[in-house]
């Protein structure tokens, strides 16, 4: 399975030190440069399974970037030259450009999800808190309450 991301879920994760989820569930994960260039404004190094590729449609990322910022458009126009299965990506400006080029997308709180349930994490609740507490991710109750549903602890 393919899957590029976007910078916000890494970051998130790193922050709680649950990033070994994605290497868990996908086992090595896609960015694009600019993707790197802003993770390592905040933290130090880059995990070993996350492999940087430079995109090749710069007019496609200009035409993009007039509607969303540089990470967010060219890891979709990296999505879209790998062929990827999933594009890991959470702001909703986005992930409508996304979807509208026709690109599977999952948030954060999917990655939560699929943790869980695959006996990866004890809790999704203690992670959502964690990211609530630690980073400055929000979540909507009413779309925490459907994770947790799904999580079967609510």
């Given amino acids: 399975?393919?899957?590029?991301?976007?910078?916000?879920?890494?970051?998130?994760?790193?922050?709680?030190?649950?990033?070994?989820?994605?290497?868990?569930?996908?086992?090595?994960?896609?960015?694009?440069?600019?993707?790197?260039?802003?993770?390592?404004?905040?933290?130090?190094?880059?995990?070993?399974?996350?492999s940087t590729h430079t995109i090749a449609d710069r007019a496609f990322f200009s035409r993009l970037h007039r509607e969303?910022?540089?990470?967010?458009?060219?890891?979709?126009?990296?999505?879209?030259?790998?062929?990827?299965?999933?594009?890991?990506?959470?702001?909703?400006?986005?992930?409508?450009?996304?979807?509208?080029?026709?690109?599977?997308?999952?948030?954060l709180l999917g990655i939560i999800l699929e943790s869980k349930l695959r006996g990866l994490l004890p809790s999704a609740r203690k992670t959502i808190e964690q990211l609530e507490n630690k980073t400055s991710f929000y979540v909507a109750v009413r779309l925490k309450e459907a994770i947790l549903r799904e999580a079967n602890e609510l």
């Fill in 1 to 50: 399975m393919i899957v590029v991301s976007d910078t916000s879920a890494i970051s998130a994760l790193l922050k709680i030190g649950c990033v070994d989820l994605l290497s868990s569930i996908y086992g090595k994960v896609f960015i694009p440069e600019a993707v790197k260039r802003e993770l390592l404004v905040v933290h130090s190094e880059i995990p070993g399974f996350i």
């Fill in 68 to 107: 969303i910022d540089e990470g967010e458009a060219e890891a979709i126009v990296l999505a879209k030259e790998l062929g990827a299965d999933e594009l890991l990506i959470d702001e909703t400006a986005g992930r409508l450009v996304a979807m509208r080029e026709g690109i599977h997308v999952i948030g």
